[in-house]
């Protein structure tokens, strides 16, 4: 029994779900997305209300998928989603110009990244960014790859990091004798 799928989705105000087929669009005040369902799992609106429900028991995987997928949908319309990138080590900065993100981390020259449409970028700090956008997979692989430039290395503990992230470190070479 799939919990997760059996969940009970309650559209908040502001917010339209259209079904087309498979096709489920969801819109609200931050936007619009659109997700297909996979064939094995029927979706129902009803009195402001979403279900999913499976066709076959042995479609467990894509019922608690789909319904977390949904939910997904109807928080980042409303709330969005978001994600803070923190910047460690001497002379590393974050740039905005434009459309692109200019990333300063130790290289010979600062890495350029194309900013998506769908994403907004603050910056408070030259060494922090907060990532927001609707689509909470769009905001993770944009931010994946901001911090996949410089990862956080365990001994001086130097790089990109989310904000939340505890990054372990370990004893040189030195403190080993």
Do not use: C, W
């Amino acid at each position: 029994m799939s919990r997760i799928g059996n969940r009970v989705l309650t559209i908040p105000e502001n917010v339209t779900v259209d079904l087309n087929g498979q096709k489920v669009t969801v819109k609200g005040p931050k936007g619009e997305l659109i997700t297909n369902i996979p064939n094995q799992i029927q979706v129902k609106v009803a009195d402001n209300q979403i279900t999913t429900i499976r066709k076959r028991d042995r479609d467990k995987n894509y019922h608690g998928t789909a319904n977390a997928l949904i939910n997904n949908m109807l928080i980042g319309v409303t709330e969005g989603f978001s994600k803070t990138l923190d910047m460690v080590g001497v002379g590393y900065r974050f740039t905005l110009k434009g459309d692109t993100l200019m990333v300063a981390v130790g290289y010979s020259n600062p890495v350029e990244v194309k900013i998506p449409a769908e994403i907004t970028i603050e910056s408070p700090s030259n060494t922090q960014i907060i990532i927001k956008g609707s689509d909470k997979k769009l905001v993770g692989e944009f931010a994946a790859k901001v911090r996949k430039i410089r990862k956080p290395e365990p001994y001086k503990g130097k790089g990109i990091r989310y904000s939340d992230e505890h990054v372990i470190r370990k004893a040189g070479k030195k403190a080993a004798k």
